[in-house]
């Protein structure tokens, strides 16, 4: 296909989203001026109707990395970093931070590129637990499927401890996390260890206004390694999410986001042998409108990502461009649910989104620039802090421009679950089904299955335990299945309100379907300092 007859469908290509968002947009216009809402502005419900509003910074990582004591160390998260995980997720497009897009990088002729890695086509996900991958929902991948569509909940009011900086009406709560960790990746007959330095910074900055809200998350890790040998792990996010009030039974959520990080080797798509992946950057915008009518809830959200990749530093000392990943998504939502009562609520929701490459065609010659559509129906869950969550099931399918392509579908089980038995411990469960993008000659792509756990206990008065696991099962249509699987376990000992010592250990195994399998084993200890 040519590059001008590439170029000249694009137009018309755009017309899916936005004619699902005029649409959305006409369900979604109060016009029933006496319809009542069990839910007004300030409640639960101001989230934007999509799962629970939980803190927008909060993440699910299956692993522990060395920064996982920074995430655990401030006690009004209930979240653990890996600074390990491969996933960046982008800040959810519908209000909330999103989840997660990893497969689709282009295999080279020479075999330079064999793999496929961030590329995905926006689906559907499941308003839950963050996962953060670089496969997110409306990742910039072609896919944006990563995580589950974390729609833009609005922020949860935090009790005043006293800590945080106050800045007008503002609130900066800041941390930082140094530790040493040890590092040992064992691959068919080979063995690496290294032992690196992980400075880890953390801030959440949100507004105590009387009506709307604004919050600002962030978080960086920078590795240095100080024996051994072995790639470093750098990563960088920040979402911002605005919420306005518009009546008390409308609002608004617009969001914006940035993320960086590495490309994992033990992706798809990563470069076989490389001395130093990629790096991805993804820059997100969204927004969302959610109405309540009656018993009826409305959301109706459209959202942009852009993905772009640097070059690979190959083991020779040559440097291999990978712009022709570059791509841009979009994406529009319409979501209906019906109030049973104020703790159930069964939903239907659409997605149709599309990614176009800079590239009329990458490396090999054909064009992925796709069409996505997907659909699934559910049920929302909240009894109160004991249980709350949501579980959907649908079906998702990504159609190439290339001919030569085949069509990537999958039926789909999304969801998140927060368990409280008792005062202390908290059991997170979440549930993902993602389509990635492939970049090798002629393979479309695979559906990614994730599903995520994490239980946190707190043993003494100044002790918190934390244990992790994921396994994640790659689908691939023409060759054998991969299965990755981590497990973790951390412990806080909070020394005051101001310190914090943590100790972590993970393990991680993956299944490689086109080569030796993998062992990665890490252990470390830090301190945080949280003001």
């Given at each position: 296909?040519?590059?001008?007859?590439?170029?000249?469908?694009?137009?018309?290509?755009?017309?899916?989203?936005?004619?699902?968002l005029?649409?959305?947009?006409?369900?979604?216009?109060?016009?029933?001026?006496?319809?009542?809402?069990?839910?007004?502005?300030?409640?639960?419900?101001?989230?934007?109707?999509?799962?629970?509003?939980?803190?927008?910074?909060?993440?699910?990582?299956?692993?522990?990395?060395?920064?996982?004591?920074?995430?655990l160390?401030?006690?009004?998260?209930?979240?653990?970093d890996?600074?390990?995980?491969?996933?960046?997720?982008?800040?959810?497009?519908?209000?909330?931070?999103?989840?997660?897009?990893?497969p689709?990088?282009?295999?080279?002729?020479?075999?330079?590129?064999?793999?496929?890695?961030?590329?995905?086509?926006?689906?559907?996900?499941?308003?839950?637990?963050?996962?953060?991958?670089?496969?997110?929902?409306?990742?910039?991948?072609q896919?944006?499927?990563?995580?589950?569509?974390?729609?833009?909940?609005?922020?949860?009011?935090?009790?005043?401890?006293?800590?945080?900086?106050?800045?007008?009406?503002?609130?900066?709560?800041?941390?930082?996390?140094?530790?040493?960790?040890?590092?040992?990746?064992?691959?068919?007959?080979?063995?690496?260890?290294?032992?690196?330095?992980?400075?880890?910074?953390?801030?959440?900055?949100?507004?105590?206004?009387?009506?709307?809200?604004?919050?600002?998350?962030?978080?960086?890790?920078?590795?240095?390694?100080?024996?051994?040998?072995?790639?470093?792990?750098?990563?960088?996010r920040?979402?911002?999410?605005?919420?306005?009030?518009?009546?008390?039974d409308?609002?608004?959520?617009?969001?914006?986001?940035?993320?960086?990080?590495?490309?994992?080797?033990?992706?798809?798509?990563?470069?076989?042998?490389?001395?130093?992946?990629?790096?991805?950057?993804?820059?997100?915008?969204?927004?969302?409108?959610?109405?309540?009518?009656?018993?009826?809830?409305?959301?109706?959200?459209?959202?942009?990502?852009?993905?772009?990749?640097?070059?690979?530093?190959?083991?020779?000392?040559r440097?291999?461009?990978?712009?022709?990943?570059?791509?841009?998504?979009?994406?529009?939502?319409?979501?209906?649910?019906?109030?049973?009562?104020?703790?159930?609520?069964?939903?239907?929701?659409?997605?149709?989104?599309?990614?176009?490459?800079?590239?009329?065609?990458?490396?090999?010659?054909?064009?992925?620039?796709?069409?996505?559509?997907?659909?699934?129906?559910?049920?929302?869950?909240?009894?109160?802090?004991?249980?709350?969550?949501?579980?959907?099931?649908?079906?998702?399918?990504?159609?190439?421009?290339?001919?030569?392509?085949?069509?990537?579908?999958?039926?789909?089980?999304?969801?998140?679950?927060?368990?409280?038995?008792?005062?202390?411990?908290?059991?997170?469960?979440?549930?993902?089904?993602?389509?990635?993008?492939?970049?090798?000659?002629?393979?479309?792509?695979?559906?990614?299955?994730?599903?995520?756990?994490?239980?946190?206990?707190?043993?003494?008065?100044?002790?918190?335990?934390?244990?992790?696991?994921?396994?994640?099962?790659?689908?691939?249509?023409?060759?054998?299945?991969?299965?990755?699987?981590?497990?973790g376990?951390?412990?806080?000992?909070?020394?005051?309100?101001?310190?914090?010592?943590?100790?972590?250990?993970?393990?991680?195994?993956?299944?490689?379907?086109?080569?030796?399998?993998?062992?990665?084993?890490?252990?470390?200890?830090?301190?945080?300092l949280?003001?």
């Amino acid at each position: 296909m040519s590059k001008k007859t590439h170029s000249g469908e694009r137009p018309a290509r755009l017309l899916g989203p936005a004619a699902l968002l005029v649409a959305s947009a006409a369900l979604l216009v109060p016009h029933m001026a006496d319809a009542q809402s069990t839910y007004r502005a300030g409640t639960s419900r101001q989230s934007n109707g999509d799962i629970y509003g939980t803190d927008s910074n909060s993440r699910t990582d299956p692993g522990l990395g060395a920064d996982s004591g920074a995430a655990l160390g401030d006690r009004s998260r209930n979240t653990f970093d890996n600074g390990r995980e491969d996933d960046l997720s982008a800040g959810n497009p519908y209000g909330t931070t999103a989840a997660t897009a990893t497969p689709g990088s282009p295999l080279s002729a020479t075999g330079l590129r064999s793999g496929s890695m961030l590329q995905g086509t926006p689906l559907p996900q499941a308003d839950s637990l963050d996962a953060d991958d670089l496969n997110t929902l409306i990742d910039a991948e072609q896919n944006p499927a990563e995580g589950p569509l974390d729609p833009g909940e609005a922020p949860v009011t935090r009790t005043d401890d006293g800590l945080g900086l106050r800045l007008g009406s503002f609130r900066l709560r800041p941390s930082v996390n140094e530790s040493i960790n040890t590092e040992t990746t064992r691959s068919g007959g080979g063995k690496s260890t290294r032992t690196y330095l992980s400075t880890t910074g953390n801030w959440d900055l949100r507004s105590d206004w009387s009506r709307h809200a604004l919050t600002v998350v962030g978080e960086g890790t920078f590795e240095r390694n100080i024996s051994g040998r072995g790639a470093t792990d750098p990563q960088a996010r920040i979402d911002g999410t605005l919420r306005l009030d518009l009546a008390d039974d409308t609002i608004a959520n617009l969001t914006a986001g940035y993320a960086y990080q590495r490309e994992d080797a033990n992706d798809p798509n990563a470069i076989a042998d490389a001395l130093d992946q990629a790096d991805v950057n993804r820059f997100t915008g969204g927004a969302a409108l959610v109405r309540d009518l009656g018993l009826i809830r409305g959301t109706a959200g459209i959202a942009v990502t852009r993905t772009t990749y640097g070059s690979v530093r190959l083991s020779d000392g040559r440097s291999l461009s990978l712009a022709d990943r570059d791509r841009t998504a979009i994406e529009g939502r319409l979501r209906l649910g019906y109030e049973i009562s104020p703790a159930i609520i069964p939903f239907v929701e659409a997605t149709i989104g599309q990614a176009d490459y800079d590239s009329s065609v990458d490396f090999a010659g054909y064009a992925r620039s796709s069409n996505s559509y997907a659909g699934r129906a559910g049920i929302e869950l909240d009894l109160g802090e004991k249980l709350r969550g949501e579980l959907a099931l649908g079906y998702a399918a990504v159609d190439y421009e290339d001919r030569r392509l085949t069509t990537i579908d999958a039926f789909t089980a999304d969801g998140a679950l927060a368990w409280s038995p008792q005062r202390g411990t908290v059991l997170d469960l979440g549930l993902r089904t993602t389509v990635q993008d492939s970049t090798a000659p002629g393979a479309s792509g695979w559906v990614d299955y994730q599903l995520t756990s994490s239980l946190s206990h707190v043993i003494l008065q100044d002790l918190t335990g934390r244990l992790t696991g994921s396994a994640t099962l790659r689908d691939f249509p023409t060759s054998q299945n991969e299965l990755n699987w981590q497990l973790g376990a951390g412990l806080i000992w909070t020394i005051n309100r101001y310190f914090d010592v943590t100790a972590n250990l993970g393990y991680e195994h993956t299944d490689s379907a086109s080569g030796a399998d993998s062992n990665l084993v890490r252990a470390g200890v830090g301190l945080t300092l949280r003001r």
